[in-house]
């Protein structure tokens, strides 16, 4: 009896022929796969939130939320097959003060719905949950704070979205600005006592489709918060919309196509007409569907001889397991005689000994690659130090560092590791989201804890003569050479302190004194350091360390690194010829290995 395959021993090969067929859909429509295609790459970006509007005197809106960003690199279909795709309209903005921005629609493709952005919050209107959370707007009596919007709403793994920015108001000293839309790389921008919060990032998803796309497949960027008295946010890489202000104005549009939140409105004239205090509307989503020429396992002889004659036949297969070291962006350092130091960014490694990541793919690996930046310290005794940006590899995500407590405006922030808490309040919580094992550790507590850091918890101080020093970071050797990565902040002390608390081994900032007037430092850059907090009147806290990923892989595998400022080295023996791609520019990058 002959065999079923071909003759050739094995089970039928489960084949995609799609023949790298890509749609792009900018508005709802149909798709027909190829009759080959059983594999397709996909993105679907749901449209942005509508920002909040103004009209008032001093009122602002807050940012809209972007579009749900969700995507798969091989999701299954039947060839030959209609897909009804819907692509999600943006929300609209609002017209009124006290009212939120309209959500954005959900988009569609298959069984993966991305959900609709966050409305922008409006004065005492809350901001609106969704994909990414809308922004917050000024707040009633008697709040001070007002939360942004929730993201990833409904949730989803992974995230498709961030929540938004908070705002200030009834805090001292007050600001009526707007909080920044969520993005789908980062979550929105705080309000400053004189600026509106900047969209959160959106995400770049170019590297899984096939150039040009629309919009740089940058997508899902949040709106900016309008501000009524200083400058409004600007938006979210990935088509957020900039804020209004100072004045009275309406908010910027999020971008069409891209699911980006609108911007917000600004009055601070008293009543303007109603279309110059109108928030910005959300930009419509996108989906793109690239049908993928992909097989694994045994092939039969007749569909090798159909795909050679055709052109289909698959790229060798290409598999390769990596070491790898992923360090998140430190948290900033905040203000005042206790001003807690920011905490480390988190620290997530496989080097040595840990569990390595594989790939295997036909023909090149291509891989997005997210360093995160550092967490701007705090100028305002009434606002934290921010929390540092993720850092992301493949399915490794290290969390920001959280921003540290300022005088007596509460504690610190949770994050990878937690920023250092203020006058009575408690530290952040670290390894947060928990993860195993552990990316970081808890910032001390008052008077001026220290940050955490990777392997030890920020200084507490019992006393506010002091500030605590940064807790401990690890020395990791993946490039080669023993470095220390993720070093807590260190507190600011008193006036009568006498001596600067310092930062964790690992680049964490040092905290400042009132005597002789030092300064805090910042968290050295591409170690995931957290920033120094200040120690007296007018010494304000230091920006967070941006993090750093490096890469390890065997010697015979090939890599290289986008943009180039990154490096790709061969290490010398013992190490075997090992290669190491190092990525230090914040943002995306990309890591192709062949």
């Given at each position: 009896?002959?065999?079923?395959?071909?003759?050739?021993?094995?089970?039928?090969?489960?084949?995609?022929?799609?023949?790298?067929?890509?749609?792009?859909?900018?508005?709802?429509?149909?798709?027909?796969?190829?009759?080959?295609?059983?594999?397709?790459?996909?993105?679907?970006?749901?449209?942005?939130?509508?920002?909040?509007?103004?009209?008032?005197?001093?009122?602002?809106?807050?940012?809209?939320?972007?579009?749900?960003?969700?995507?798969?690199?091989?999701?299954?279909?039947?060839?030959?097959?209609?897909?009804?795709?819907?692509?999600?309209?943006?929300?609209?903005?609002?017209?009124?003060?006290?009212?939120?921005?309209?959500?954005?629609?959900?988009?569609?493709?298959?069984?993966?719905?991305?959900?609709?952005?966050?409305?922008?919050?409006?004065?005492?209107?809350?901001?609106?949950?969704?994909?990414?959370?809308?922004?917050?707007?000024?707040?009633?009596?008697?709040?001070?704070?007002?939360?942004?919007?929730?993201?990833?709403?409904?949730?989803?793994?992974?995230?498709?979205?961030?929540?938004?920015?908070?705002?200030?108001?009834?805090?001292?000293?007050?600001?009526?600005?707007?909080?920044?839309?969520?993005?789908?790389?980062?979550?929105?921008?705080?309000?400053?006592?004189?600026?509106?919060?900047?969209?959160?990032?959106?995400?770049?998803?170019?590297?899984?489709?096939?150039?040009?796309?629309?919009?740089?497949?940058?997508?899902?960027?949040?709106?900016?918060?309008?501000?009524?008295?200083?400058?409004?946010?600007?938006?979210?890489?990935?088509?957020?919309?900039?804020?209004?202000?100072?004045?009275?104005?309406?908010g910027t549009a999020g971008t069409t196509n891209t699911g980006g939140g609108g911007g917000g409105a600004t009055a601070s004239t008293g009543q303007p007409n109603p279309g110059a205090r109108t928030g910005g509307?959300?930009?419509?989503?996108?989906?793109?569907?690239?049908?993928?020429?992909?097989?694994?396992?045994?092939?039969?002889?007749?569909?090798?001889?159909?795909?050679?004659?055709?052109?289909?036949?698959?790229?060798?297969?290409?598999?390769?397991?990596?070491?790898?070291?992923?360090?998140?962006?430190?948290?900033?350092?905040?203000?005042?005689?206790?001003?807690?130091?920011?905490?480390?960014?988190?620290?997530?490694?496989?080097?040595?000994?840990?569990?390595?990541?594989?790939?295997?793919?036909?023909?090149?690996?291509?891989?997005?690659?997210?360093?995160?930046?550092?967490?701007?310290?705090?100028?305002?005794?009434?606002?934290?130090?921010?929390?540092?940006?993720?850092?992301?590899?493949?399915?490794?995500?290290?969390?920001?560092?959280?921003?540290?407590?300022?005088?007596?405006?509460?504690?610190?922030?949770?994050?990878?590791?937690?920023?250092?808490?203020?006058?009575?309040?408690?530290?952040?919580?670290?390894?947060?989201?928990?993860?195993?094992?552990?990316?970081?550790?808890?910032?001390?507590?008052?008077?001026?804890?220290?940050?955490?850091?990777?392997?030890?918890?920020?200084?507490?101080?019992?006393?506010?003569?002091?500030?605590?020093?940064?807790?401990?970071?690890?020395?990791?050797?993946?490039?080669?050479?023993?470095?220390?990565?993720?070093?807590?902040?260190?507190?600011?002390?008193?006036?009568?302190?006498?001596?600067?608390?310092?930062?964790?081994?690992?680049?964490?900032?040092?905290?400042?004194?009132?005597?002789?007037?030092?300064?805090?430092?910042?968290?050295?850059?591409?170690?995931?350091?957290?920033?120094?907090?200040?120690?007296?009147?007018?010494?304000?806290?230091?920006?967070?360390?941006?993090?750093?990923?490096?890469?390890?892989?065997?010697?015979?595998?090939?890599?290289?690194?986008?943009?180039?400022?990154?490096?790709?080295?061969?290490?010398?023996?013992?190490?075997?010829?090992?290669?190491?791609?190092?990525?230090?520019?914040?943002?995306?990058?990309?890591?192709?290995?062949?």
């Amino acid at each position: 009896m002959g065999s079923p395959n071909g003759g050739i021993v094995g089970v039928i090969n489960p084949t995609s022929f799609g023949k790298c067929t890509q749609t792009i859909a900018t508005g709802s429509t149909t798709l027909t796969t190829q009759p080959g295609t059983r594999l397709v790459a996909t993105a679907v970006v749901a449209g942005g939130g509508g920002a909040g509007g103004a009209g008032n005197l001093f009122t602002s809106g807050g940012g809209g939320g972007a579009g749900g960003l969700r995507t798969c690199t091989s999701f299954s279909v039947c060839g030959a097959t209609p897909y009804p795709i819907t692509v999600g309209a943006g929300g609209a903005g609002a017209i009124f003060y006290n009212a939120v921005g309209g959500s954005g629609n959900p988009s569609v493709f298959s069984t993966i719905t991305s959900t609709g952005g966050g409305g922008g919050g409006g004065y005492s209107a809350v901001a609106g949950n969704g994909g990414s959370g809308g922004g917050a707007g000024p707040g009633g009596i008697p709040a001070c704070k007002t939360q942004g919007g929730t993201g990833n709403t409904p949730p989803v793994s992974p995230p498709q979205g961030n929540s938004g920015g908070t705002s200030l108001t009834y805090c001292s000293p007050s600001s009526n600005s707007g909080g920044g839309g969520g993005g789908a790389a980062a979550v929105g921008g705080n309000v400053t006592p004189t600026n509106g919060g900047v969209g959160g990032a959106g995400l770049d998803i170019s590297p899984l489709f096939t150039s040009p796309i629309p919009s740089s497949g940058i997508y899902s960027g949040g709106g900016g918060g309008g501000s009524s008295l200083g400058t409004g946010g600007s938006g979210g890489t990935g088509g957020g919309g900039a804020g209004s202000g100072p004045g009275y104005g309406a908010g910027t549009a999020g971008t069409t196509n891209t699911g980006g939140g609108g911007g917000g409105a600004t009055a601070s004239t008293g009543q303007p007409n109603p279309g110059a205090r109108t928030g910005g509307d959300g930009g419509s989503g996108i989906v793109i569907v690239k049908e993928l020429n992909k097989a694994s396992g045994v092939w039969n002889l007749k569909s090798q001889f159909s795909a050679r004659k055709q052109g289909t036949w698959p790229s060798p297969l290409v598999s390769v397991d990596v070491d790898y070291l992923v360090v998140a962006g430190g948290g900033g350092g905040g203000t005042g005689f206790y001003g807690g130091g920011g905490g480390a960014g988190g620290y997530r490694t496989s080097f040595p000994g840990g569990t390595k990541l594989t790939f295997s793919e036909f023909g090149s690996i291509t891989v997005p690659v997210t360093v995160g930046a550092g967490g701007a310290g705090s100028t305002s005794v009434s606002v934290k130090g921010s929390s540092g940006t993720p850092s992301i590899f493949s399915t490794i995500t290290s969390a920001g560092g959280g921003g540290a407590g300022s005088r007596c405006n509460g504690g610190g922030v949770a994050g990878g590791s937690g920023g250092g808490g203020s006058c009575t309040s408690p530290g952040g919580a670290g390894n947060t989201p928990p993860v195993s094992p552990s990316q970081g550790n808890a910032g001390g507590n008052p008077f001026g804890g220290g940050g955490g850091g990777a392997s030890a918890a920020g200084q507490t101080i019992s006393s506010p003569n002091f500030g605590g020093s940064g807790g401990a970071g690890s020395a990791n050797s993946i490039s080669g050479c023993s470095v220390n990565y993720s070093g807590g902040g260190g507190g600011g002390g008193d006036a009568i302190a006498p001596r600067i608390p310092n930062g964790g081994t690992g680049g964490g900032g040092s905290g400042g004194t009132s005597t002789g007037a030092i300064a805090s430092t910042a968290g050295t850059a591409n170690t995931g350091g957290g920033g120094g907090g200040g120690g007296g009147s007018g010494l304000v806290g230091s920006s967070g360390g941006s993090g750093i990923i490096i890469i390890r892989a065997p010697g015979s595998v090939n890599m290289s690194v986008s943009p180039g400022i990154n490096t790709v080295t061969t290490l010398p023996a013992p190490a075997g010829g090992c290669k190491v791609a190092t990525f230090t520019v914040s943002g995306s990058n990309t890591l192709t290995i062949s």
